[in-house]
């Protein structure tokens, strides 16, 4: 931002998670100068609705931790993808989101192709505003 401030955005599945993509969002971010980092973590699929193999979801947990296992509402398998997020973001060093959306992808808000097919896409903006 031209007053200083480092702004940042990114957007990871799993395999986004496993490849370091938030915490090289970070370390870039700090490359920049940024100091203080607050989050925000916006809508995804819940665990509810992540059905995951269990070979990829070991490989999750053995990274991020137990708490990326979750189940879905058929009792099947998932991922916690918030919990990964979580995990990732603390793993870079940052705390607890400032925000964090409750809303699932799947919903009827949303575009998902996991959970309706859909082939749209979606768009996230970030703006900055001095106060």
């Given at each position: 931002a031209r007053d200083g401030a480092v702004v940042g955005a990114a957007h990871a599945g799993w395999r986004g998670l496993l490849g370091d993509v938030l915490g090289s969002t970070v370390d870039a971010?700090?490359?920049l100068?940024?100091?203080d980092i607050g989050w925000l973590l916006?809508?995804?699929i819940t665990a509810a609705n992540y059905e995951f193999?269990?070979?990829?979801?070991?490989?999750?947990?053995?990274?991020?931790?137990?708490?990326v296992r979750?189940?879905?509402t058929d009792g099947s398998p998932a991922l916690d993808l918030r919990s990964a997020v979580r995990s990732a973001m603390a793993r870079?060093?940052?705390?607890?989101?400032?925000?964090?959306?409750?809303?699932c992808t799947t919903s009827?808000?949303?575009?998902?192709?996991?959970?309706?097919?859909?082939m749209q896409r979606q768009v996230g903006a970030i703006w900055w505003v001095k106060c």
């Open positions: 971010m700090r490359q100068g940024a100091v916006g809508p995804c193999s269990e070979g990829d979801l070991t490989a999750l947990v053995d990274v991020f931790g137990p708490d979750g189940v879905t870079a060093g940052c705390g607890e989101p400032l925000s964090e959306s409750s809303a009827t808000n949303h575009w998902s192709h996991r959970g309706s097919g859909d």
